[in-house]
């Protein structure tokens, strides 16, 4: 029996969930255990199939807008926040609702807000269609915030009083594009407003860091992550940027193409915020089927960042 060829692993740390992650599946779970199923979720809970699943096995029932749920029924909106019109409409209709936003976004949704009461334009600095876009945009009456998506954007932008703005983010963006943009508008706007704290937040910055530091070592870097998740795919863009090369991201073991492996000698692991652990360990196994692997585990924070649940779910 020949033996199989020897391949270095570098396990990016931290991975995978992050607070608002573990919080907004927990309460998915704990509406099921308090009022029974099914329980309506508004979006995918977290950008994850496997997550989606398992919570649909257990009576969650996902869709895409509140007019899909019945009155009689529970509804969870999503850790990618909503509109003001959602909650607007469930409070109409009476339905009863749990909002699983995490705190890190709704506190950017109070800044926008903040800002708009002192009568400033607000930028936000994001991608567009993605649900937290729509969901910050949707904190305001349209027209009080623009969209800048890229650095052509922040070059082109003409405010309608260029002393009196402020920015905000979406969370889960890249940390060197962000800055690369900011740092245009505040040289053509000194007076712009900006987040206490950068509103991406510490999940995705710490994140990006593990794949930055793991991405030189790696000749290829394999991401466990949903093409919709926008902190997944920074990190496959993250790893290349960072001397990688080859990066891919992947639902699951199955979608790996073995192709890639073709004479390498090193491997990154990462998973986005809303990977399950699980779905890295079953990818692990499968390439641990095929090589000799030594697993160093690079890890460049420590995280602790617990949200508390909200009451309606706390108990159950
Ligand atoms: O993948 P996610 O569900 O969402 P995005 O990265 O696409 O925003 O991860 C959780 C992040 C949030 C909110
Ligand atoms: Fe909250 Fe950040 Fe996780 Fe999104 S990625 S749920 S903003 S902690």
Redesign the pocket.
Known sequence: MTSNPKLAVFLASPRGF????DR?IQIVEKALARYGAPVYVRHEIVHNKHVVNRLKAMGAIFVKELDECPDDRPVVFS?HGVPKSVPATAEQRDLLYVDAT?P??SKVHIDAERHDKAGREIILIGHAGHPEVIGTMGQLEEGRMVLIETEADAEAFTPRDPDNLAYVTQ??LSVDDTSAIVEILKRRFPHMASPHKEDI????TNRQGAVKAIGPKSDLVLVVGAPNSS?SRRLVEVATRAGAKASYLVEKADDIDWAWFENISSLGVSAG?SAPEDLVEDLLAAVAERFDITVDTIEVAKEDVIFKLPRAVAEA
């Open positions: 992050c607070a608002g992650v907004a850790a995490c890190l976004v969370t889960t937040c510490y999940a995705t902190n915020a």
